[in-house]
């Protein structure tokens, strides 16, 4: 077990966006506020090699240590290559933040059968993918999974715009209840964020028509994956956890 003020072993997966392609997502900015925290990232892309990389070698400037690894999080046969790749580089696992996901604003009578497959397939199945073939390596560190939902995805509602995106993200908190009962013996905890309108969400609603009164930031975030990475939430699993001010409630 890694004591919580000892470095980690990280992997977010979908990391997107970093500065030279636009404000950062959420993935890159954890990857980026992490590792200045001391934990190594192992850094997952699907396609976007040149912010990846751009990514890596931000943090390597600033003396952190990353790793990009390209895979499809919705392939089982790039996941095992992930996970041996981290293995062989790293000797292991101690956290993994499940954070990818596909999102399409528009209405379900328009969605092609790509966009309804790919949503799915990046939130509900990514998740179990990516998190089935870490536990042996998250097993033997008595390892964190930290699993990115959405602010509103734990209660049945209409979701005529987004439909496929909150069925997975739904499918992701049963996943990670599944997953922390189970687990629980290996001392692998599983919980859940389930954030709101982050200052780059797309479309990005009035910050007036948030309870809070303003959009959420990625150190809102990262606030909360720091308490889940604390020896303080070594007894928290299977919580989900709000972070959203008020939306979606």
């Avoid at 998190?131 to 390596?137: D, I, K, T």
């Avoid at 209840?177 to 189970?182: P, W």
Wanted: aromatic fraction near 6%.
């Amino acid at each position: 077990m890694v004591a919580a003020n000892e470095p980690k072993r990280i992997l977010i997966t979908g990391v997107g966006r970093w500065p030279g392609d636009g404000k950062p997502g959420l993935g890159a900015s954890l990857a980026y506020h992490l590792a200045d925290q001391g934990h190594t990232i192992v850094i997952n892309y699907r396609s976007d090699q040149a912010s990846a990389t751009r990514l890596a070698r931000t943090i390597r400037e600033r003396s952190g240590t990353a790793l990009p690894v390209r895979c499809d999080v919705t392939d089982t046969h790039q996941v095992e290559l992930l996970a041996e790749t981290i293995q062989a580089e790293l000797g292991g696992l101690d956290v993994l933040i499940n954070n990818a996901g596909g999102f399409v604003f528009k209405d379900y009578r328009r969605l092609t059968t790509d966009e309804w497959e790919d949503q799915l397939a990046s939130t509900a199945s990514a998740t179990f993918y990516v998190s089935q073939a870490m536990l042996p390596m998250l097993r033997r560190q008595a390892g964190r999974i930290i699993n990115i939902s959405d602010a509103g995805a734990d209660r049945i509602t209409a979701r005529p715009r987004t439909l496929p995106y909150h069925i997975g993200k739904m499918g992701v908190l049963m996943i990670t209840k599944t997953m922390a009962r189970a687990e629980a013996e290996h001392s692998v905890t599983v919980n859940a964020l389930l954030p709101g309108v982050l200052d780059n969400s797309e479309p990005l609603p009035p910050a007036a028509d948030i309870p809070a009164g303003r959009h959420g930031t990625a150190e809102d975030i990262l606030a909360a994956v720091n308490y889940l990475l604390s020896d303080q939430a070594g007894y928290t699993t299977g919580s989900f956890i709000q972070v959203g001010g008020g939306w979606n409630l």
